[in-house]
């Protein structure tokens, strides 16, 4: 039963492709759960007219059915098939075109109020309603009335139906247009001249087939658009704004230009699609190295952030600021990345002057060396101009060197080596040391052997400075320490607290009052916090004056950098002119016929 | 420095984020008793914001530090909201030059907290039009100013579509699907943008060419057969946009058959662009001021239908408390609404669209003169501009208002539309107004 019902779903299908396939879904079920009409039209109401009209096909001899089904327009495999026999083979069948009727079969026109009845064959004992005779006698069966169905005269020639669309201005109310199921044409009624009376709670939309509704309600939110990109939308706006954008549409009306079939995602341009997918898929920034070459900064507002360490304007802090964006290569110089391929992203998250003020600040061993390399850094961009940039990139991307820049990188690569020793002599970098090692030519080595020994020598300076900035950062903790639990002290506290670094607080005018009050209140609340976790909690006063010591750090900074910044300025001349005389040795080398550069062409070795 | 215990499943380092405990575990300013709710914020930033501006760099610093403490960037989203201030107010404290360890404050406040500017990134188009639909900020005024052109140019063959936004033409690629799909023969689609400056650049920016983005529009309109022209004059707000308003008087001279109401329809469409013309209080001329002048003009253009979609906040108060309130008393809605879609803290996405809230508030509270960009009005205002430009309301048809309830039922469920005095819709998060859209004809 449920075989031959399911078989006969395309022959009962509703002239739309879409129904057809919710019908095959169901009509197992149907199939098999057939006993009683009226049984399913209870569970099922939507399912109202298949399901009849199935129950009558798996209880009839099929004799009638094939009538049925003979007025249907043709289903797709058997118009594949003719298309097949009459023309060159297609590689994709469209679904077919509504309305393109058998000219013999019989039209008929039908008003709305008739199309649209539901009840033109009426039960005389329950008044029950049915739209066709097949159905009623069905019913009647049910009554013990007197039932006949109709059986197919085998020598009759059953002509098949085709109804009109009763709207004059439709297209298919012209008969050649006609369609070829009563069904079909009560849908196609409803929907483009009916009254939208269904609407989806979750998103708004209306529709005026109780089951179209119902097969939206089904996947509404669950609906995704994607692009031949690979990108999926849930939304058709989003997805139609990121159409109009994406690379996919290029390509694809490269190749077609007019795509008929826009929306439908292809499975063909898949290929195509998810190259272009790197690109398009906007978490991944760095993604590809070309985007970095804008964010490279003209050379002058490298020079300028470089001194503005102790600059207050805003325009240079705006620089300030923006400088990690701006130069992400030279983030290699101080926090070497294991993977190259990696670089970009890692570098454009932890931009590397974040990474040195964490160094500053959250390591005091390290806090020498992370300076000078600080000072190293800005020193060196303020003295080496326009070229800069463009190194900077084609160190950090390790390929496609040409000869002439060959020069600056190894001045870049002295330079940085030089400046960032105590970093690479920590164990977590001991690898890209390795390799870095391994690229060298035995001069360089020698080179930079004497180099790191100079270098190391001159750490005595970084320590000076590393020392200025831990007095300063013990300054706030100890502080801090003296505040005492009981509120009454509290003000004066913060009052030197604050005044230790800014001086006191003296002002008395109403508004500061106010604040005072409010100031008051809330160094209660932080300290007695301070006093439920015991009195000796001294990460928790770290992390109340984190900042506030933060701001003493880049004041001490300024300081301590203000002394010793001669000191370091020395110190690079002093690696450049190393660098430079490594240079000539290098090219030296590249003259003989070893023929790379540090960025790690495996050849070299 | 947040106990992560709980979430076995994802490591926070490993992918690459900053620590973020589940949302039940978010360590919010409970520890600091009531001070995190958003009132005290609110009272700290006012106090702060009157400390700068008496030159109390002690006070201030006091305040700022209070603040940081109980503002972290990574908090909630009154937190967040509170840190945006606060970097407003130290940039504004730098800017003013008479507390200058203030400014050291602020660079450090920055790399403490890992706060990247948003201003320097450049949006490719498709990242942009990722970013205007996070939430429907954009998407209310697209959908609704797109129903009501597509009402006022049934009929016309050619439209003249004179686009003026701060999204850089995301709204086209809906209008030219709806126009695709209403219109049997849709009519030649004639755009025209005004290209920014370098100078009048404000986030998003854009990693491409105005001539490139026109290039990918047409292309896509071809797609959708539809017919269109792209323009790019470059014109600014700075100036009150004159170069395109000449521009659109010598097109009218012309070709006289295209001026409306004849053949060719003109739809000049505002989307969150005209608050950003000089009002009075900058305008060296103050009467007319730019923005009546600006709308004077273009109503001699008689255009057939001017689609104005703005915010609904009033951030011209040339006092600055005044405009801190009434700035923090709006700009929480974008933190409030980004918890409601984005949980993950470390997504650019959210980076970014935060970066650019931040960039405005920034520019709001720490700018003055000609350099504060934002100078948003309420609709009231607003509204009032545009009669005494001898501009009536047109009304948003029903099918329009079913379409953005529609666009805003597939958003979270915070937003909702309002219809205030007939004719006006107004976007609102919780109820509280946020973006107002109007749709004008010459009275």
New interface residues.
């Given amino acids: 039963m449920a075989t031959s019902s399911s078989s006969s779903v395309p022959f009962f299908g509703m002239g739309r492709e879409e129904v057809d396939e919710q019908m095959k879904q169901q009509s197992a079920a149907i199939g098999v759960g057939v006993g009683v009409g009226g049984l399913h039209h209870h569970h099922h109401p939507h399912l109202h007219h298949h399901q009849l009209l199935q129950h009558s096909s798996s209880l009839l001899s099929n004799s009638q059915l094939t009538t049925a089904g003979a007025q249907q327009p043709p289903p797709p495999l058997s118009a594949a098939s003719s298309a097949a026999g009459s023309g060159p083979p297609q590689p994709k069948k469209k679904r077919n075109q509504p309305g393109n009727p058998n000219p013999d079969a019989e039209v008929i026109a039908l008003s709305p109020k008739t199309l649209m009845a539901t009840n033109r064959f009426i039960c005389e004992v329950c008044n029950k309603g049915f739209q066709r005779e097949q159905n009623l006698q069905l019913h009647r069966r049910g009554h013990n009335l007197p039932w006949k169905l109709k059986q197919k005269n085998k020598n009759e020639v059953v002509k098949r139906k085709v109804y009109l669309c009763p709207e004059p201005t439709c297209v298919h109310h012209e008969a050649s247009r006609a369609l070829g199921d009563l069904t079909g044409i009560k849908k196609h009624y409803s929907r483009k001249h009916g009254e939208k009376k269904w609407k989806c709670d ?4 209306r529709y005026a087939v109780q089951s179209d509704w119902k097969a939206h309600s089904k996947t509404c939110g669950t609906r995704e658009y994607r692009c031949d990109c690979g990108t999926l939308f ?2 058709r ?2 997805f ?7 690379d996919a ?2 390509q ?2 490269a190749r077609n230009p ?2 008929s079939h ?1 929306f439908t995602g292809a499975a063909n341009n898949m290929t195509l699609g998810i190259s272009s997918s790197t ?2 898929d ?2 991944r ?1 760095g993604g590809s190295t070309g ?1 970095f070459d ?2 490279l900064p003209p050379p002058p507002s490298l020079g300028a952030a470089g001194g503005g360490s102790s600059t ?3 325009t240079s ?1 705006q620089q ?3 400088q ?3 130069s992400p290569s030279s983030a290699a110089f101080f926090m070497p990345q294991q993977d190259t391929s990696d670089h970009h992203q ?1 570098s454009y ?3 590397f ?2 990474a040195l ?1 964490q160094q500053f600040s959250s390591d005091p061993n390290n806090a020498g060396g992370a300076a000078a390399n600080q000072l190293f850094n800005l020193g060196f961009d303020s003295t080496t101009t326009n070229n800069n940039n463009s190194n900077m990139t084609l160190f950090a991307n390790n390929n496609n060197h040409s000869g002439g820049d060959h020069q600056h990188q190894m001045m870049m690569m002295g330079s940085s080596t030089g400046g960032s020793v105590p970093l690479f002599s920590s164990s977590v970098h001991q690898q890209q040391m390795n390799n870095m090692v391994a690229h060298m030519s035995a001069t360089a080595l020698l080179q930079k052997a004497a180099q790191m020994g100079s270098t190391t020598s001159s750490n005595p300076n970084a320590t000076t400075s590393a020392s200025l900035l831990r007095s300063a950062f013990a300054a706030g903790p100890n502080n801090n320490n003296n505040q005492k639990s009981s509120s009454g002290e509290k003000q004066p506290s ?1 009052g030197t607290f ?2 230790s ?5 003296d ?1 008395d005018n109403g ?2 009052n ?2 005072h009050d ?2 008051n209140s ?1 160094t209660a ?2 300290n007695n ?1 301070n006093n439920n976790n015991g009195s000796s909690s001294s990460s928790n006063n770290k ?2 004056t ?3 010591l ?2 003493g ?3 001490a900074a ?1 300081r301590g950098i203000a002394t010793t910044i001669s000191q370091q300025q020395q110190q690079v001349g002093a690696a450049l002119e190393r660098s430079s005389s490594l240079d000539s040795e290098r090219n030296n080398n590249n003259s003989m016929g070893s023929h790379s550069s540090f960025g790690g062409n495996p050849s070299f070795q | 420095m947040i106990n992560n215990s709980n979430s076995s499943n994802s490591d926070p380092v490993r992918a690459g984020l900053p620590a973020r405990p589940w949302p039940g575990l978010l360590p919010t300013s409970k520890s600091f008793g009531n001070f995190g709710d958003a009132n005290c914020m609110e009272q700290l930033l006012v106090h702060c914001a009157n400390a700068i501006q008496s030159n109390d760099a002690t006070l201030a610093q006091q305040i700022l530090w209070v603040l940081n403490n109980i503002a972290p960037p990574d908090g909630d989203s009154n937190q967040r909201l509170t840190c945006a201030f606060l970097r407003a107010l130290v940039a504004r404290a730098a800017k003013t030059g008479t507390c200058k360890i203030l400014a050291t404050t602020a660079a450090r406040y920055c790399y403490n907290n890992n706060l990247l500017p948003l201003s320097t990134h450049r949006f490719s188009a498709i990242e942009l039009a990722t970013f205007v639909d996070l939430t429907p900020w954009h998407r209310f005024g697209f959908t609704a100013a797109n129903a009501a052109i597509l009402d006022s140019i049934e009929g016309y063959s050619s439209v003249h579509l004179v686009d003026l936004t701060s999204t850089h033409c995301m709204q086209i690629p809906t209008l030219i699907d709806a126009v695709a799909s209403r219109f049997e023969s849709p009519p030649l689609i004639k755009l025209t943008v005004a290209a920014p400056t370098d100078s009048s650049l404000r986030p998003p920016v854009l990693d491409l060419s105005y001539e490139e983005l026109g290039s990918k529009l047409v292309n896509f309109a071809r797609s959708r057969n539809v017919a269109m022209e792209f323009r790019v004059i470059p014109s600014t707000h700075s100036d009150g946009f004159s170069t395109l308003i000449d521009h659109l008087r010598i097109h009218h001279l012309l070709y006289p058959e295209a001026t409306p109401p004849a053949a060719e329809a003109l739809v000049i469409n505002c989307h969150m662009m005209l608050h950003y013309i000089e009002d009075e209080s900058t305008a060296i001329i103050a009467s007319p001021s730019p923005r009546d002048a600006f709308l004077k003009s273009i109503r001699s253009l008689e255009p057939t239908i001017v689609v104005v979609v703005d915010e609904d906040v009033e951030l011209t108060a040339g006092n600055l408390v005044c405009r801190l309130r009434s700035a923090f008393n709006y700009f929480w809605i974008p933190f409030d609404a980004v918890d409601a879609f984005l949980p993950a803290a470390g997504s650019k996405q959210r980076q970014w669209y935060e970066a650019e809230v931040c960039w405005r508030i920034e520019n709001v509270i720490a700018q003055e003169g000609m350099q504060r960009v934002e100078r948003a009005e309420g609709k009231a205002r607003w509204v009032q501009r545009m009669r005494n430009a001898a501009f009536r309301e047109a009304a948003f048809g029903e099918d329009c208002v079913a379409e953005v309830r529609g666009m805003l039922g597939e958003h979270a469920a915070g937003w909702g539309l309002k219809k205030e005095e007939e004719d006006q819709l107004v976007l609102t998060w919780k109820g509280h107004n946020v973006v107002f859209a109007t749709a004008w004809v010459p009275a």
């Fill in positions: 979750k998103c708004a939309k849930s939304r706006d989003s139609i704004t990121h159409r109009a954008f994406c549409l290029a694809e009306s007019t795509p826009f690109a398009a906007i978490l920034l985007q804008h964010l207050t304007t805003a802090q300030f600021r923006n990690p964006h701006l890692s998250h932890q931009p002057h974040h003020m913060l604050g005044g670094f800014f001086g006191d607080v002002t508004s500061s106010n604040l409010l100031m809330f609340a932080a916090n992390k109340l984190r900042d506030f933060g701001v750090h880049v004041a300024v």
